[in-house]
């Protein structure tokens, strides 16, 4: 029922509710695709700055945590138009591990908008990627980025 609310009200505050209410694994399968689908379908002026109602949207597809709907998350992530809106689906394809949001998340490694969140991806979620990829991420002028390129080179150290 939420799920089709959150497609069908107009109102920005209640979709935020209702993605808010949305943000639990229990929610999938059945709000998966509504998630995808208003991230993905919101007009820009609703939030043209990325960090409302869409950000708001992508954090609830992080919670539920689908990781069977990994195709859409980085066809989503790898979207530049949606800006930083993308941050959190960026930080669960950490949670997928397959070679294809491995690769996603190392090309958005060159991504201003999430090149955090894919450092902080690759490195909490145990993926192991060539340290190579994180040496530039070394002297980000964000110490969280340092600190998870870091951990990630570490890690990938210690597996080799």
């Excluded at 991230?39 to 409302?52: M, N, Q, R």
């Excluded at 394809?93 to 060159?110: C, F, H």
Aim: with cysteine; hydrophobic share 45%; net charge negative.
């Amino acid at each position: 029922m939420l799920a089709d609310w959150l497609e069908t009200t107009s109102t920005v505050r209640a979709k935020e509710q209702i993605a808010l209410a949305l943000s639990f694994p229990w929610a999938k399968p059945e709000a998966t695709a509504p998630l995808f689908r208003q991230f993905a379908h919101l007009p820009v002026e609703i939030d043209a700055t990325g960090l409302g109602i869409r950000w708001r949207i992508g954090d609830a597809i992080y919670c539920v945590d689908d990781r069977a709907a990994a195709p859409e998350m980085i066809e989503l992530a790898l979207n530049p138009k949606f800006g930083r809106a993308r941050e959190m689906i960026v930080l669960e394809l950490g949670s997928v591990k397959t070679p294809e949001a491995i690769e996603a998340l190392i090309t958005l490694l060159d991504d201003p908008d999430v090149d955090g969140h894919a450092v902080k991806a690759l490195s909490s979620r145990g993926v192991t990627a060539p340290p190579q990829v994180f040496q530039e991420k070394l002297s980000d002028r964000r110490a969280w980025v340092r600190a998870a390129a870091r951990r990630a080179i570490d890690r990938s150290q210690g597996a080799g």
